[in-house]
């Protein structure tokens, strides 16, 4: 396999963008990478494209997207892995890149999720839990699952609302320094302990949004990106996993199996040791639909031991300075989560805070050379774990 590179990074505003259409809220993203790697439309070979939709009036999303952005004629397809669907695309595109079938391969991820009211849009989320007993015996939403989670952890661990709660405080902080984050107002834990319970224990605060939001990255191979770009961020591995839909089947709920197993699967490709990645990675995105959610993934991907995820959000140690930055452009939580473009997000974060290019408060300090992004589709049906580097293996 060839070694591969993102080139280009390019990302829109995430929130309620209602003077836009999908593929004038994609081309923001798009325009961006194409310029930040130097090149034009007629460069690009493939387009691997990530959009839930659902909500969307665009029945074929990539092909509208494609031919407004002008890279129409090309090979394209569109993926889906839920709320990793944006990390598919990326996996997808690297995995062209990386046979030789294509030089230069660009992931777009775009949703726009406020086109129907929230309720219609928890709905369509819930569906996609396991839709034939879970959503259509019992109900189950988003907040709900995350919340069974969240409970039996509490349970297990004797972790408190507090904790949960200093997540969203972390990410609402970064997210103020994010001109691209939907929310830049920083908030306290008693603002989160206030806030309306939407399924207890789990408040507003405590909840990503409802987002509209497009991401796109451009990635190439070895030759076409040394003469594209003194700066390339190499994909050093990328691990996937997935698991039932059925929470039933699932031994507990105070982990993701397929986070766990994408997580050790990109360790193995990438050279970091499992038992101590933080010593090898400077920044981590990781999904924090929930403020759970990064508790529990902060102990998947073996930043803290089983039980002590909420000790390290407690104790600030997920902030700059502490033992492993994490979502520091706000995370789900506050930067917004349109279900496509979070995982292409997430690695055009990662490569602009290796290039050192994010400004003040929020860029990391990059020492060992290497940022991590987790991605989880539904309560853990998908999981992709993406290891980035400055330094090719
Ligand atoms: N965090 C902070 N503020 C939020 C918010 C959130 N997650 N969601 C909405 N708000 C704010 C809105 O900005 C709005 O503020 P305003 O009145 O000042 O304009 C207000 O709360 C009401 O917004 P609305 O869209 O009506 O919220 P809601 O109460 O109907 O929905 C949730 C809130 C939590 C139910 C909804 O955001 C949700 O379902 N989130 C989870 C999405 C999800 O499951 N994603 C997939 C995860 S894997």
Known sequence: MREVAVVGVGQSKFGRISDMTLAELAWQAVKQALQDAGITQKDVEMVSFSN??????????????NEYSGVSGVGTYRVEAACASGSAALATAHSLVASGAVDIALAVGVEKMTEVPTPMAVE??????????????????????????????????????????????????????????SFQKRITVEDVLKSKYVAWPLKLYDCSPITDGAAAVVLASEDAARKLTDTP???????YASDTSNLSKRPNFLSLRAAREAAQKAYKKSGIDPSRPHRQIDVAEVHDCF???????????????RGGGHVLAREGETYKGGLIAVNLDGGLKAKGHPIGATGVSMAAEITKQLRQQVRGERQA?????????????????????????????
Do not use: C
């Open 52 to 65: 839930v939709g659902g909500w969307s009036s665009e029945p074929l999303p990539a092909i509208a997207v």
């Open 124 to 181: 369509l989320i819930g569906r996609s839990g396991n839709y034939f007993w879970e959503f259509s015996q019992f109900g189950l939403t988003f907040p709900g699952y995350y919340a069974l989670y969240a409970t039996a952890y509490m349970n297990e661990h004797s972790a408190t609302e507090e904790d949960l709660a200093s997540v969203a405080v972390k990410n609402h902080y970064y997210a103020s320094y994010n001109e691209n984050a």
């Open 233 to 239: 961020v190499w994909i050093r591995g990328i691990g």
């Open 291 to 305: 403020t759970i959610a990064e508790i529990i993934a902060y102990e998947d991907l073996g930043f803290a031991p």
């Open 365 to 393: 300090d990059i020492v060992k050379g290497a940022g991590l992004a987790h991605n989880v589709g539904g309560t853990g049906h998908y999981a992709y774990v993406s290891v980035f580097s400055l330094k090719k293996s």
